[in-house]
């Protein structure tokens, strides 16, 4: 299917560009290349924002798209951020990557599954499954993340998506306790330290 809005992406070649989600997406003319310094008018999906993308952010999507930074995670601080141009950076809430690279490791996503993520969290559903079709395994995506977008799809705001992802936080931490308890063990705490510095915007 055509996707009627924008959807684009600042390159920085850090990936190899037979496994880049991002370039496969750019080969098959579903994602347009910005220059660095160009400025995108709709969401930008960012580990700079200052807020989670949330339904609110429809009517912006409907108007100008989504694009994302195609980076490696590992050098996040050669991204000349300032350079970025968008009113509307968000940060997307806590989803599970289910690409080849990263497969269940949270926060992980890829390009794809960024603009996947970001397109159905503002109810552009079909526009999420065009983009993850080329991918063997981006019907993962939905399927291990559905419950969790499908949440944050009931939210309001961006407040309201930030406050269910502690709640999912809550949840995960609660049920990782129990079942380290059931099982006998003595360390009861995850290491959230990765999950509290991206939400916190800090990168």
Not at 111 to 133: D, R
Request: hydrophobic share 40%; charged share 20%; proline share 6%.
């Amino acid at each position: 299917m055509r996707i009627e809005v924008p959807v684009a992406m600042w390159d920085f070649d850090h990936c190899d560009p037979r496994r880049c989600s991002g370039k496969k997406l750019a080969r098959a003319g579903l994602v347009q290349n910005l220059r660095v310094g160009q400025r995108f008018r709709g969401i930008v999906v960012s580990p700079n924002g200052a807020q989670p993308i949330s339904p609110a952010d429809q009517d912006i999507v409907a108007a100008n798209g989504i694009a994302v930074v195609e980076c490696s995670w590992a050098r996040l601080e050669e991204v000349p951020f300032g350079k970025i141009a968008s009113p509307h950076e968000r940060l997307l809430p806590y989803l599970i990557a289910t690409n080849p690279v990263n497969y269940g490791r949270p926060w992980r996503l890829n390009c794809v599954e960024a603009l996947a993520a970001a397109f159905y969290i503002t109810g552009f559903n079909s526009y999420a499954e065009a983009l993850l079709k080329p991918f063997g395994w981006g019907h993962t995506f939905y399927e291990v993340n559905g419950s969790l977008i499908d949440k944050y799809k009931t939210c309001k705001s961006s407040t309201e998506v930030s406050a269910m992802q502690e709640n999912v936080l809550k949840e995960l931490e609660d049920s990782y306790k129990h079942s380290r308890e059931a099982q006998g063990e003595v360390n009861l705490t995850p290491d959230f330290t990765a999950i509290e510095i991206y939400c916190s915007g800090s990168r």
